[in-house]
């Protein structure tokens, strides 16, 4: 059973051109350093998984789970030595998105940095597309 790594939030990204990568999802060097921190104290565990489900007040909100291999139908992102995999249902909804790790002096959090996103609810947990 996959365990929940850490919160995440979304940001509504206005007026950004989307650029054809090679990758659905790009990591910001401090996602791929606190992404590389986590897995550290789980051995038996190769990537993240990142997916959507149906909750909170705007339709959709991303999970993040520790895991141990990669599914059928996930897509595989390789980043400076980090493995995210990203579920089949949440590949669309994530395109042309930067994952970040943010930290502050009250929090600290993964933050998808999304220009897909159509709205988001006020406090930043769930989203429309």
């Given at each position: 059973m996959a365990s929940s790594v850490v919160r995440a939030t979304v940001r509504a990204v206005s007026k950004r051109k989307i650029q054809a990568t090679r990758a659905a999802l790009t990591l910001t060097p401090s996602a791929v350093h606190k992404i590389k921190q986590l897995l550290k104290d789980k051995p038996d565990h190769v990537g993240v998984k990142v997916g959507v489900r149906t909750r909170?007040?705007?339709?959709?909100?991303?999970?993040?789970?520790?895991?141990?291999?990669?599914?059928?139908?996930?897509?595989e992102v390789v980043q400076d030595?980090?493995?995210?995999?990203?579920?089949?249902?949440?590949?669309?909804?994530?395109?042309?998105?930067?994952?970040?790790?943010v930290e502050d002096k009250l929090s600290s959090e993964f933050v998808f940095n999304n220009p897909n996103i159509k709205g988001t609810c006020g406090c930043g947990e769930s989203f429309n597309i």
């Open positions: 909170g007040c705007n339709g959709l909100s991303y999970t993040l789970d520790y895991t141990k291999s990669k599914g059928d139908s996930d897509e030595g980090v493995r995210v995999f990203i579920e089949k249902k949440a590949q669309l909804t994530l395109l042309g998105t930067e994952m970040d790790y």
